[in-house]
């Protein structure tokens, strides 16, 4: 049987996601780091199960079944670990912005 192509990719993808500095800081600050590095070892341990099916080359379709939930699922850990990245780099922005009370705004006419 032929694995899903999208699976592996996605399966590294989202490793990667998880070792992302800014997934790493909005994760500490929430208080999420232990859900993170749990996920990443997860991640990493399906990424062994997949090169060893194709490897053996099963055929089983309850392996065909299995591999199209885990298609999902890959690509909900990589849509969550987005929205991690994107609420760090919103957060960054917003410290990084001056005070609206240190503003000075002058009108040219």
């Known amino acids: 049987?032929?694995?899903?192509p999208l699976v592996s990719p996605l399966?590294?993808?989202?490793?990667?996601?998880?070792?992302?500095a800014l997934v790493e800081q909005i994760c500490?600050?929430?208080g999420m780091d232990e859900n993170r590095e749990t996920l990443q070892q997860h991640l990493l341990a399906v990424q062994e199960m997949i090169a060893d099916a194709q490897?053996?080359?099963?055929?089983s379709p309850a392996m065909k079944?299995?591999?199209?939930?885990?298609?999902?699922?890959?690509?909900e850990a990589v849509d969550v670990l987005d929205?991690?990245?994107y609420?760090?780099?919103?957060?960054?922005?917003?410290?990084?912005?001056?005070?609206?009370?240190?503003?000075?705004?002058?009108?040219?006419?």
């Open 65 to 75: 079944g299995w591999m199209q939930k885990l298609e999902a699922a890959a690509h």
């Open 83 to 85: 929205e991690f990245q």
């Open 1 to 4: 049987m032929e694995l899903q």
């Open 28 to 30: 500490g600050m929430w």
């Open 55 to 59: 490897e053996r080359e099963v055929r």
């Open 87 to 109: 609420e760090a780099l919103r957060s960054n922005a917003i410290s990084q912005q001056p005070s609206s009370s240190t503003t000075k705004v002058t009108k040219v006419v």
């Open 11 to 20: 399966i590294s993808i989202a490793v990667k996601k998880t070792k992302d």
